[in-house]
Every structure is written in C-alpha cells, then in structure tokens.
C-alpha cells in the first residue's frame, strides 16, 4: 500500500513524498490505519522497520488539521540519540507544513537545560524526550502539558530496561488523563504488556513477527570464559578483514578494557557509553560513520536506535539479552546483498540465552570451542537444551572439526 492512498493532508504527502517514502513498511502498513482513528495501540516492531514513520506520520497529520498552537504530542524514548532521530524525521516530514518539534535530553551543557526549558515553555508541536530529563524539567514547575492528544512510548522495553518505569509513570500522572496513547516495543515480555496494562486503554496490538536474518551474514558461536573473551576477540580479528565493525558489550565497564586491548596493537577503536557526554558520544559515532575508524565499541543499551548498517562485522562480547536483538544487531551487516560475519561469545551464565536465539533461528547453531587451541584454557562446556538454572550435559560440541572463522586478512605490501 502507498501512503497517498491513505487520505493524508497533501502538505504532509508533499513532505513524505519528499522523504522518498512511497510504498508503506509492514508496520506502516498495519498501525497507521489504527492511529488515524484514534485507537490506542501496542506494537512490536524493531528499529529498522519503519516504526517511527509509522507513529509521526499521523500525529503530523492530526496536528496540521487541528491547527492548535499547544504541545499536542509528547513522545518518551530511552535515549537522546533515538531522541535526536526522530526530531530529524519530524524536520523532514514537516517541510511543507507548519509544525515543530523539540528534542529534550539530559547529558549537555549548562545552556542546553536553557534552551530546552524555554522550548518547553514557549510549547511545541511534539516534544520527544528521555523521561529523566523531562522529569527535571516538569519538577521545575514551568512545564504544562494540558493539551497533550497523544503520548507515545518508544522502545519501551529499553525504557523499563534503563530503569525508566517510575519515571515515566510520574509524568502519565500531568498529561491529560483523556488522551491517545501508542506503545512500541522491539519485544513483548509479561513486564512490558504488565505496564502496557497501566497505560493504554481497549489497545489494538499489532505484532510483527521478526525478521529472518540475510542469507549473507555468517554467524559465528565461541564458547569463552569472561577471562577469554579479549584474548579470543583480539584472535579474531587479527585475522579478519575488517571494513567496520561494532563490538556491544552488556558491561559499561569492559568497554574500557576492550578499547585499551585494542590500542595496544594499534588498532583504532573508540567506545560509547552513558558515561560519555552528549557531545563526545556524537563525535564518536560521527567519526564511525564517516569511516575515520573501523571499531566501536557500545554498550547494548546505547547501540539500540543508532542508526549505522552496512558493517562488515558485528561482535557480540555478551550474548544479547533478547534474541529479537541479536536479529537486529546482525541485520546491521550483509546489507543489500553483501556478506557480513556475525560472532557472539557465549559464557557458561548467558547460554540459555542461546536457546532463545536458536527459536528465533528456527536452527540449532554451532557453537565453537578454540580457547584451548590458543592457549587460553579450557571454555565453557555448552550444556544444551538447558532451562535458565538447570541444563543437561551434552558434549555435542567437542570433536567437531573447527571452521575457518574469518575471511582472510589482505595482505599489506
Ligand atoms: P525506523 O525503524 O523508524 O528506525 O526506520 C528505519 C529506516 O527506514 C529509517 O532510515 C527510515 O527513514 C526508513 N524508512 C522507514 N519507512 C520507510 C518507507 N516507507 N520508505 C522508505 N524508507 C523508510
């Protein structure tokens, strides 16, 4: 389906035309109806499926029909690099249309808490924050929030995964209670449809199976004691031609450790995490895109939302926490039929995690077992077809012939 044939203000439609959107995602395709008729709606989409279209679209649609000069859309994301994004997208969809935006996120400088309080004040069509931010502004006692028709909830899973559920209540509790609300959330668990059950009234639910990754990417599975991990990734990429590659890491702080290890062989990497400012994170991530380095290193946390593909390489130094996330983060490499490598260490405490992953795969993974061959001890043993605290033995891994792990590195002459 196209999004003219969806009866949107032809300024708006001037402006998505511009955006080269023309044919309607998935889940374009299966929310907007819903949220064109007011419905409240509980989503699962990932980043990359078009989700933010999917919600701006028609809250700049009802915005420019209404023509109200309040705050009419309040939009809560986990991060002010999602935050930044979509205030992007909202610029580029309004180009022929009257409306304005704001971006409210902590971690700037002394007059960013300025300027952002007087946009708040001074109101704006949609404000999209991270809620502790928020919060300190409508402490303050300036911020009101009377007219709000529409709140959305963003990466929700990230949210209450950061902490952010107490926060976000309090500030449910100053919007009018007469309100549309829409949740997206890359993941479904009992806690995130628990707090849906709070917030959203009679919801439509759309759920949007996960996608298969590309045929291109090779995945790759060592098994590797927390110990063996920087050794086994230096090993690894030693070999490796390396084009780009994001290493996350579920501990902020390993991201130091690995960064250092790096350094030691001259290799250039650089890390993000919510220990940098606003600023440095930028720079960062700026400096990836344009190739001025080839590693980053991120917590998961953080990596959600950024908007980098077309890595050759994606390393999971921890095994992702949710497997639609593991899809997601390898979906950033073998873009547009190229071929990307994915690995994941496993350690004896996240292999359950893989079982997850394995669903999702609808295929039993190989798991490789090298740390001896390198001089780094015995790994972990995979005990398969485990529950969280209780796995069966197997020792299907062993004996296995080893697999070629990387394409080989190019030779510099
Ligand atoms: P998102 O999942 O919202 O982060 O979107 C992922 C990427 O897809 C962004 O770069 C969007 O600009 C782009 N995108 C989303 N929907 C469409 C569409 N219907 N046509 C073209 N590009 C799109």
Same mark, same amino acid.
């Not at 209450?160 to 209540?169: E, T």
């Given at each position: 389906?196209?999004?003219?044939?969806? /009866?949107?203000?032809?300024?708006?439609?001037?402006?998505?035309?511009?955006?080269?959107?023309?044919?309607?995602?998935?889940?374009?395709?299966?929310?907007?109806?819903?949220?064109?008729?007011?419905?409240?709606?509980?989503?699962?989409?990932?980043?990359?499926?078009?989700?933010?279209?999917?919600?701006?679209?028609?809250?700049?649609?009802?915005?420019?029909?209404?023509?109200?000069?309040?705050?009419?859309?309040? #939009?809560? &994301?986990?991060?002010?690099?999602?935050?930044?994004?979509?205030?992007?997208?909202?610029?580029?969809?309004?180009?022929?249309?009257?409306?304005?935006?704001?971006?409210?996120?902590?971690?700037?400088?002394?007059?960013?808490?300025?300027?952002?309080?007087?946009?708040?004040?001074?109101?704006?069509?949609?404000?999209?924050?991270?809620?502790?931010?928020?919060?300190?502004?409508?402490?303050?006692?300036? #911020?009101? +929030?009377?007219?709000?028709?529409?709140?959305?909830?963003?990466?929700?899973?990230?949210?209450?995964?950061?902490?952010?559920?107490?926060?976000?209540?309090?500030?449910?509790?100053?919007?009018?209670?007469?309100?549309?609300?829409?949740? +997206?959330?890359?993941?479904?668990?009992?806690?995130?449809?628990?707090?849906?059950?709070?917030?959203?009234?009679?919801?439509?639910?759309?759920?949007?199976?996960?996608?298969?990754?590309?045929?291109?990417?090779?995945?790759?599975?060592?098994?590797?004691?927390?110990?063996?991990?920087?050794?086994?990734?230096?090993?690894?990429?030693?070999?490796?031609? &390396?084009?780009?590659?994001?290493?996350?890491?579920?501990?902020?702080?390993?991201?130091?450790?690995?960064?250092?290890?790096?350094?030691?062989?001259?290799?250039?990497?650089?890390?993000?995490?919510?220990?940098?400012?606003?600023?440095?994170?930028?720079?960062?991530?700026?400096?990836?895109?344009?190739?001025?380095?080839?590693?980053? &290193?991120?917590?998961?946390?953080?990596?959600?939302?950024?908007?980098?593909?077309?890595?050759?390489?994606?390393?999971?130094?921890? #095994?992702?926490?949710?497997?639609?996330?593991?899809?997601?983060?390898?979906?950033?490499?073998?873009?547009?039929?190229?071929?990307?490598?994915?690995?994941?260490?496993?350690?004896?405490?996240?292999?359950?995690?893989?079982?997850?992953?394995?669903?999702?795969?609808?295929?039993?993974?190989?798991?490789? /077992?090298?740390?001896?061959?390198?001089?780094?001890?015995?790994?972990?043993?995979?005990?398969?077809?485990?529950?969280?605290?209780?796995?069966?033995?197997? /020792?299907?891994?062993?004996?296995?012939?080893?697999?070629?792990?990387?394409?080989?590195?190019?030779?510099?002459?």
């Amino acid at each position: 389906m196209q999004f003219n044939e969806l /009866n949107l203000h032809e300024n708006l439609l001037s402006g998505v035309d511009a955006m080269n959107y023309i044919q309607m995602s998935p889940i374009q395709e299966l929310t907007i109806p819903i949220i064109l008729a007011g419905k409240d709606l509980i989503a699962s989409a990932q980043t990359g499926t078009g989700k933010t279209a999917a919600y701006l679209i028609p809250l700049l649609d009802h915005i420019i029909r209404s023509q109200s000069n309040q705050t009419s859309a309040l #939009v809560l &994301v986990p991060t002010r690099e999602l935050a930044k994004q979509i205030d992007e997208q909202i610029e580029g969809f309004s180009y022929f249309i009257n409306a304005t935006s704001i971006a409210i996120y902590g971690g700037g400088k002394g007059e960013e808490w300025d300027q952002q309080r007087k946009a708040l004040v001074h109101g704006a069509d949609i404000i999209i924050a991270t809620p502790g931010r928020l919060m300190a502004h409508m402490n303050s006692g300036e #911020v009101k +929030f009377d007219h709000i028709k529409c709140l959305v909830l963003d990466e929700a899973d990230k949210m209450l995964d950061m902490g952010f559920s107490d926060d976000i209540l309090f500030i449910l509790k100053r919007l009018p209670a007469k309100r549309q609300n829409l949740m +997206f959330s890359a993941t479904m668990p009992k806690k995130i449809r628990d707090f849906a059950n709070k917030i959203l009234h009679n919801p439509e639910e759309v759920r949007l199976a996960t996608s298969k990754p590309a045929e291109g990417i090779d995945q790759q599975f060592y098994l590797a004691n927390d110990t063996q991990k920087i050794p086994l990734l230096v090993h690894l990429l030693k070999d490796a031609d &390396v084009q780009s590659v994001i290493i996350f890491s579920s501990q902020k702080a390993m991201i130091d450790k690995i960064i250092r290890s790096l350094t030691k062989l001259k290799w250039d990497a650089r890390g993000i995490s919510s220990d940098n400012s606003q600023e440095e994170r930028e720079n960062v991530l700026r400096d990836f895109k344009n190739k001025q380095y080839k590693i980053l &290193v991120a917590t998961d946390v953080l990596s959600r939302g950024i908007d980098i593909n077309n890595l050759s390489h994606v390393i999971n130094f921890d #095994v992702p926490r949710d497997a639609e996330d593991y899809i997601h983060r390898i979906g950033r490499t073998a873009r547009a039929e190229t071929t990307g490598t994915a690995i994941t260490f496993i350690n004896e405490k996240d292999q359950y995690r893989i079982r997850g992953i394995e669903k999702l795969l609808e295929k039993e993974v190989e798991k490789q /077992n090298i740390t001896e061959s390198l001089g780094l001890g015995p790994a972990p043993e995979f005990k398969s077809g485990g529950e969280k605290n209780g796995f069966k033995k197997s /020792n299907s891994h062993k004996n296995k012939p080893k697999r070629k792990f990387f394409r080989p590195a190019k030779k510099s002459s």
